[in-house]
């Protein structure tokens, strides 16, 4: 089973930038979509941003312009770059499969938490 461990999470001010990262196992990695989901208190887990294999990227409409997807396929980890960050951005943030690949459900890791607050 594939396994997705999440880190970097923290308590930011509203402006500041936090990089998350990822690091995947028990997978080939290299064929798969990635992406990055957020789920905040009480509501549904969402898309924020997802790549390719390929390395083609797309954001939610709340985050474009402010975050940053990439990977590396040999390391078998994604990074979230996130810049500008606002109190709605609080939420715990997963990795898995994403984009053109479907998200394995088995495998939701405990994700990291980010807060932004003043």
């Known amino acids: 089973q594939v396994q997705f461990v999440e880190s970097g999470g923290g308590l930011v001010q509203p402006g500041d930038s936090l990089r998350l990262s990822c690091v995947v196992s028990?997978?080939?990695?290299?064929?798969?979509?990635m992406g990055w989901f957020r789920q905040a208190p009480g509501k549904q887990r969402e898309l924020v941003a997802s790549?390719?294999?390929?390395?083609?990227?797309n954001y939610a409409d709340s985050v474009k312009g402010r975050f940053t997807i990439s990977r590396d396929n040999a390391k078998k980890m994604v990074w979230l770059q996130m810049n500008s960050l606002k109190p709605e951005d609080t939420a715990v943030y997963y990795c898995?499969?994403?984009?053109?690949?479907?998200?394995?459900?088995?495998?939701w890791g405990q994700g990291t938490q980010v807060t932004v607050s003043s």
């Open positions: 898995n499969y994403g984009g053109d690949t479907v998200p394995d459900r088995r495998s």
């Open positions: 028990g997978s080939i990695f290299s064929i798969y979509g």
């Open positions: 790549i390719t294999n390929s390395g083609r990227t």
